[in-house]
Antibody, heavy 119, light 107 residues
Framework: QVTLKESGPGMLQPSKTLSLTCSFSGFSLSTSGMVVSWIRQPSGKSLEWLAA???????YYNPSLKSRLTVSKDTSNTQVFLKITSVDTADTATYYCAQSGLAAIFAYWGQGTLVTVSS | DIQMTQSPSSMSASLGDRVTITCQAS??????LIWFQQKPGKSPRRMIYYATNLANGVPSRFSGSRSGSDYSLTIISLESEDMADYHCLQYKQYPLTFGSGTKLEIK
């Protein structure tokens, strides 16, 4: 079965770089059409799509955050990473990864990882 | 970017009521729209995909429809377990964009 799980630092200070990992199983990111997206949600607020990477290594970003985001994947195609530079308190949110390609588009999500930016 | 205008932002309805939530797309997205249900502390759950297709395991009281640039999620007979937040997402083009969400409460 398809599973995804996010991991992150839990808490970090303003101006630092946030590094997140999405570890998944049950599918391969090398499969044509497969995509993994990152989405975040501040507490009590709506969802915001951040970035995606596809099976071919093409990357897509939310323009409002593009200068601060970097999405990448590992060579085994079982992990996807997201880096956000120069974080501030507005980046405090639960961060999710989701399978966002092919017929199961957004059918599978991780449990989310809460990131708090605080000094 | 494609803007998704979702309404209402919140609503309260009685058990057994028919409930409709709407998203309006600022550009043509075809049928490339998903409806999610999200309960507190949980990840979003895909309910409807490609605007009108019921996802696996979703009760048949849920349905999706489209009229032009307006997309609707309808619950034909509200049950207590339907109390949740609902979100739409367009996946026609990047950047993907969500609606602002609807909080559905039971009277």
């Amino acid at each position: 079965q398809v599973t995804l799980k996010e991991s992150g630092p839990g808490m970090l200070q303003p101006s630092k770089t946030l590094s997140l990992t999405c570890s998944f199983s049950g599918f391969s990111l090398s499969t044509s059409g497969m995509v993994v997206s990152w989405i975040r949600q501040p507490s009590g607020k709506s969802l915001e799509w951040l970035a995606a990477i596809d099976w071919d290594g093409d990357k897509y970003y939310n323009p409002s955050l593009k200068s601060r985001l970097t999405v990448s994947k590992d060579t085994s195609n079982t992990q996807v990473f997201l880096k956000i530079t120069s974080v501030d308190t507005a980046d405090t949110a639960t961060y999710y990864c989701a399978q966002s390609g092919l017929a199961a588009i957004f059918a599978y999500w991780g449990q989310g990882t809460l990131v708090t930016v605080s000094s | 970017d494609i803007q998704m205008t979702q309404s209402p932002s919140s609503m309260s309805a009685s058990l057994g009521d028919r409930v409709t939530i709407t998203c309006q797309a600022s550009q043509d997205i075809g049928n490339n729209l998903i409806w999610f249900q999200q309960k507190p502390g949980k990840s979003p759950r895909r309910m409807i995909y490609y605007a009108t297709n019921l996802a696996n395991g979703v009760p048949s009281r849920f349905s999706g429809s489209r009229s032009g640039s307006d997309y609707s999620l309808t619950i034909i007979s509200l049950e207590s377990e339907d109390m949740a937040d609902y979100h739409c997402l367009q996946y026609k083009q990047y950047p993907l964009t969500f609606g602002s969400g609807t909080k559905l409460e039971i009277k």
